[in-house]
């Protein structure tokens, strides 16, 4: 599965990273397994985000799912692109 992923803060400084796929939002959430180490924030009309709750996880995650670390101009290109394959739908 291809997942692309754009790295971010929460607005309480904590580490997150959202995630798209062309394959769409509810695949991603099929494919990644979720635990206790991040948070998953499914908001409709928004890519998926993953919210750190320990250490290093957001960093374990890319590296498990392969996802493709985009720079913001390349993210917001790929979000267009997708379109509503990106987003969370409601």
């Given at each position: 599965m291809e997942?692309?992923?754009l790295r971010g803060i929460t607005h309480g400084?904590?580490?997150l990273i959202n995630v798209m796929s062309p394959d769409g939002a509810q695949a991603v959430l099929a494919h990644?397994?979720?635990g206790e180490a991040f948070m998953v924030i499914a908001?409709?009309?928004a890519p998926?985000?993953?919210h750190q709750a320990k250490g290093g996880s957001i960093d374990e995650l890319v590296r498990r799912?392969?996802?493709r670390?985009?720079?913001l101009a390349t993210w917001e290109?790929?979000?267009s692109e997708l379109g509503d394959a990106a987003l969370v739908n409601s």
């Open positions: 997942l692309y992923g400084w904590g580490r990644i397994e979720t908001t409709p009309g998926l985000q993953f799912y392969g996802i670390e985009l720079d290109r790929k979000k």
